[in-house]
C-alpha cells in the first residue's frame, strides 16, 4: 500500500429519521449527486412500508440489512502457479456495504415501477427472507463454504 491511508469520513445523519445507517444508504442509492431525490425515493419507500406493514419502517429496513449482510465472502488471492477463491470473513462495515450495494441492485434489476415502490417491496421480501438479495447471500456463501479447503491459504 503506497501513502498513508484515507481518513474515515463521519456521515451526518439524515435529517427525517436522524439514522446514519439511512444516510449512508441514500448515498448509496444516489445517482449523480442528486442527493435530494435519492432521499425523496428513500422517504418514499419508508412510508409505502409503512402503509403495508403497520410498523416502523426502521425496524423493517434494519432487520432486512441484518438478514442480507454476508458472514463470508471469497477473494481470490495467486499461490504458487494457481489462482485460489479463498473464504474471508467481512468486516461489520463492507458487511454494510454489501448489503445496501445488492438491495439495491435487486430492486433497480425490478420492472415497471417506480424505484420507491421497488425499495419497498425489496425491504419487505427480503425482512421475510425472500428476495433477490437474498439469493446473492447464499450464492456468496455457497462459494465460500465450496471453497473451505483452500482457508489455510488466508493470512
Known sequence: MRGKQAPKRVIEPD?????????KFINYIMIGGKKA???RVMYDAFEIIRE???????HIF???????????????RRVGGGNYQIPY???????FALA????????????????????????????KGESASMKKKADVH??????????????
Open 100 to 127: 445496501c450495494r445488492w438491495m439495491i441492485d435487486a430492486a433497480r434489476s425490478r420492472k415497471g415501477k417506480a424505484m420507491a415502490e421497488k425499495l419497498a417491496e425489496e425491504f419487505i421480501n427480503t425482512a
Open 15 to 23: 435529517p427525517k429519521y436522524h439514522d446514519v445507517d439511512v444516510a
Open 89 to 95: 470473513q467481512v468486516r461489520g462495515e463492507r458487511r
Open 37 to 39: 431525490t435519492a432521499q
Open 142 to 155: 455457497r462459494m465460500a463454504e465450496s471453497n473451505k479447503a483452500f482457508a489455510h491459504f488466508a493470512r
Open 62 to 76: 434494519g432487520k432486512a440489512i441484518k438478514q442480507v449482510s454476508p458472514l463470508l465472502e471469497v477473494r481470490g
Open 52 to 58: 403495508i406493514t403497520k410498523q416502523d419502517p426502521r
